[in-house]
C-alpha cells in the first residue's frame, strides 16, 4: 500500500509538473502562434504573419502564388482570402517544407498545383500531414516563374537543414526572400529528425551568394531585412561554443533570453544537445 501511495504521490507531481510547464511555456507560445496580421507590401504582394508559418500571396494578370498554408483556423481564412483574390485564376501551392504549421491549409486548395522538395518520399509526407495535404509536384532542384514584371525562382537546399528538403522562394524584383524555418526571426529553432545545424551554416552562407537579399520573410517572426540571416548564424555560433566550453554556456543562453522557446523542444538548451550529440558521432 505504501509503495501505491507514493507512486500516487509521484504520479500528481509529475502531472502538475506537466500541466505548470505547458501553462508557462507551451501556451503562450501556441497562443502567439494563432494570431495573424497582415502586411499589404505592395498592390501584388500580401504577407501574412502567424497563424502557423508566415505566408505570401503573390498575385498577377494569369496566375496567384502561395506560399505556405498556415493551420487550423488561419490557414482557413488564409485559403478564402487567396480565392478572393484568385477569382477564376489558377492557384500555386508552394511548401517550403512539410511541417504541418506551413501546410496545414493545402486541404483548401483541392484541383491546384501545390509544390514542395522532392527530397521528401510520399510516405514521410504523408506521416507528417495526411493524404489531403500532399503535394502535386515535387521539385527537386529550381524553377522559375514569371509573374508580371516579376521573376519568382524557387529553389530546393538538396540537403538536410530543417528537414530534409526545404524550398526558399526569391521574388527578384522586390529582392525578397521567403525562407521556411531555414531562418527564423527571434525565435529558436525546433532542430528535429535530419535537422542539421552544418545544413544551417552551409545555407546562411549560400544564400547570400546565390540572391541579391534586402529583404526576408522568415519561417516565423516579423520581417527583416539580410541581418536576420547574421543574426540566426551567430545563434548556432553561440551555441556550438556553449556546447564546447562550459564556462561561457550561462552567458551566450541569457542572450536569447527574449527569442521565442519551448524547454527540452525549441530552446537553446535543446540546440546545445544536438552539438554534444555530433560530437559524439
Known amino acids: 500500500m505504501k509503495i501505491l501511495k507514493w507512486v500516487g504521490i509521484i504520479v500528481l507531481v509529475l502531472g502538475a509538473t506537466a500541466f505548470t510547464l505547458f501553462m508557462i511555456y507551451v501556451n503562450p507560445m501556441m497562443q502567439k502562434m494563432k494570431k495573424t496580421s497582415v502586411v499589404n507590401y505592395d498592390k501584388d504582394l500580401t504577407i501574412v504573419l502567424g497563424g502557423g508559418g508566415n505566408s505570401g500571396i503573390l498575385t498577377s494578370d494569369s496566375l496567384v502564388i502561395v506560399i505556405d498554408t498556415k493551420m487550423g483556423d488561419a490557414a482557413e481564412q488564409l485559403s478564402k482570402k487567396v480565392k478572393e483574390l484568385a477569382g477564376s485564376k489558377p492557384i500555386l501551392v508552394i511548401n517550403t517544407h512539410f511541417h504541418s504549421d506551413h501546410t496545414g491549409g493545402n486541404k483548401f486548395y483541392k484541383g491546384q498545383t501545390i509544390i514542395a522538395g522532392?527530397?521528401?518520399?510520399?510516405?514521410?509526407?504523408?506521416?507528417?500531414?495526411?493524404?489531403?495535404?500532399?503535394?502535386?509536384?515535387?521539385?527537386?532542384?529550381?524553377?522559375?516563374?514569371?509573374?508580371?514584371?516579376?521573376?519568382?525562382?524557387?529553389?530546393?537546399?538538396?540537403?538536410?537543414?530543417?528537414?530534409?528538403?526545404?524550398?526558399?522562394?526569391?521574388?527578384?524584383?522586390?529582392?525578397?526572400?521567403?525562407?521556411?524555418?531555414?531562418?527564423?526571426?527571434?525565435?529558436?529553432?525546433?532542430?528535429?529528425?535530419?535537422?542539421?545545424?552544418?545544413?544551417?551554416?552551409?545555407?546562411?552562407?549560400?544564400?547570400?551568394?546565390?540572391?541579391?537579399?534586402?529583404?526576408?520573410?522568415?519561417?516565423?517572426?516579423?520581417?527583416?531585412?539580410?541581418?536576420?540571416?547574421?543574426?540566426?548564424?551567430?545563434?548556432?555560433?553561440?551555441?556550438?561554443?556553449?556546447?564546447?566550453?562550459?564556462?561561457?554556456?550561462?552567458?551566450?543562453?541569457?542572450?536569447?533570453?527574449?527569442?521565442?522557446?519551448?524547454?527540452?523542444?525549441?530552446?537553446?538548451?535543446?540546440?546545445?544537445?544536438?552539438?554534444?550529440?555530433?560530437?559524439?558521432?
Open 118 to 281: 522532392g527530397n521528401y518520399t510520399k510516405e514521410e509526407w504523408t506521416k507528417q500531414n495526411g493524404d489531403e495535404a500532399l503535394p502535386t509536384q515535387w521539385l527537386k532542384d529550381k524553377m522559375d516563374i514569371k509573374m508580371g514584371s516579376d521573376t519568382v525562382t524557387l529553389f530546393n537546399i538538396g540537403k538536410n537543414v530543417h528537414t530534409a528538403s526545404d524550398i526558399v522562394v526569391y521574388l527578384h524584383k522586390r529582392k525578397m526572400l521567403f525562407t521556411g524555418d531555414i531562418v527564423l526571426n527571434k525565435q529558436t529553432p525546433a532542430l528535429l529528425g535530419v535537422a542539421d545545424p552544418d545544413g544551417y551554416m552551409y545555407t546562411f552562407d549560400m544564400l547570400p551568394k546565390l540572391f541579391d537579399i534586402q529583404k526576408i520573410v522568415p519561417g516565423h517572426g516579423e520581417i527583416g531585412g539580410i541581418e536576420l540571416i547574421d543574426n540566426f548564424r551567430q545563434y548556432f555560433v553561440d551555441m556550438k561554443t556553449a556546447a564546447t566550453d562550459d564556462s561561457k554556456k550561462d552567458e551566450l543562453v541569457a542572450k536569447y533570453k527574449d527569442w521565442g522557446q519551448l524547454p527540452f523542444f525549441m530552446s537553446p538548451g535543446a540546440t546545445i544537445k544536438v552539438f554534444k550529440k555530433k560530437m559524439q558521432q
